[in-house]
């Protein structure tokens, strides 16, 4: 979907709207590993570091937010919404695999501005909790299911993942950080860059 088509799809339905999560959430951290070289891929896959999601999914985030600090802790995300045409750059990069990457034929639940990427860090040190694996690790440590023998790491991950399933969302069978929001059935994909959501 095309920038045109996006702004009178906002107008027909305002939950259809792509939000600015940092300006959104308050106390929210970004990461964007995808605005720098820092990530599996080694290239720079977007020139702005922002984060985006669907009204609705922003909302539920809010609410995660609140819950989690709550318990001393805030969201720090590494991506939001992605272009459809990140999508196929990651694929290309993958050569196929899609155990880690989505399909591009089908689109991502990234590419609807329905899925968080995410980690929590603790409020009074602003360090990342310790969890099974880094960010993207195409490892089976990775899975939600996956055994951890370290219990503070697996009481991090079992309180991401349960605030997180409170709140709207599902964690992704094979990464402890994928999230994606229940009803992004609802969205469609697109293919539109941070610069041209911010003209
Ligand atoms: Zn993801």
Same mark, same amino acid.
């Given at each position: 979907?095309?920038?045109?088509?996006?702004?009178?799809?906002?107008?027909?339905?305002?939950?259809?709207?792509?939000?600015?999560?940092?300006?959104?959430?308050?106390?929210?951290?970004?990461?964007?590993?995808?605005?720098?070289?820092?990530?599996?891929?080694?290239?720079?896959?977007?020139?702005?570091?922002?984060?985006?999601?669907?009204? $609705? #999914?922003?909302?539920?985030?809010? !609410?995660?937010?609140? %819950?989690?600090?709550?318990?001393?802790?805030?969201?720090?995300? /590494?991506?939001?919404?992605?272009?459809?045409?990140?999508?196929?750059?990651?694929?290309?990069?993958?050569?196929?695999?899609?155990?880690?990457?989505?399909?591009?034929?089908?689109?991502?639940?990234?590419?609807?501005?329905?899925?968080?990427?995410?980690?929590?860090?603790?409020?009074?040190?602003?360090?990342?909790?310790?969890?099974?694996?880094?960010?993207?690790?195409?490892?089976?440590?990775?899975?939600?299911?996956? $055994? #951890?023998?370290?219990?503070?790491? !697996?009481?991090?991950? %079992?309180?991401?993942?349960?605030?997180?399933?409170?709140?709207? /969302?599902?964690?992704?069978?094979?990464?402890?950080?994928?999230?994606?929001?229940?009803?992004?059935?609802?969205?469609?994909?697109?293919?539109?860059?941070?610069?041209?959501?911010?003209?």
């Amino acid at each position: 979907m095309k920038f045109e088509e996006y702004k009178k799809s906002v107008k027909a339905n305002a939950d259809n709207e792509l939000v600015n999560l940092k300006d959104f959430i308050p106390g929210i951290t970004l990461d964007i590993l995808y605005a720098t070289t820092n990530n599996f891929t080694d290239e720079k896959i977007y020139n702005l570091a922002r984060a985006y999601a669907r009204k $609705p #999914v922003a909302e539920a985030l809010k !609410r995660a937010q609140l %819950d989690f600090n709550k318990l001393g802790y805030g969201i720090k995300i /590494f991506d939001g919404y992605r272009p459809y045409s990140a999508t196929v750059k990651f694929y290309e990069v993958m050569k196929g695999d899609t155990t880690y990457v989505a399909n591009p034929y089908k689109g991502s639940r990234h590419n609807r501005g329905c899925a968080i990427d995410m980690s929590l860090i603790d409020l009074k040190t602003k360090l990342e909790l310790k969890m099974p694996t880094e960010y993207d690790a195409p490892v089976m440590e990775s899975w939600p299911t996956a $055994p #951890v023998s370290d219990p503070v790491v !697996r009481k991090n991950r %079992d309180t991401i993942i349960s605030v997180m399933e409170r709140n709207g /969302f599902k964690v992704y069978t094979t990464e402890w950080w994928h999230f994606d929001f229940i009803g992004w059935d609802k969205f469609v994909v697109m293919n539109i860059d941070f610069e041209e959501l911010e003209k």
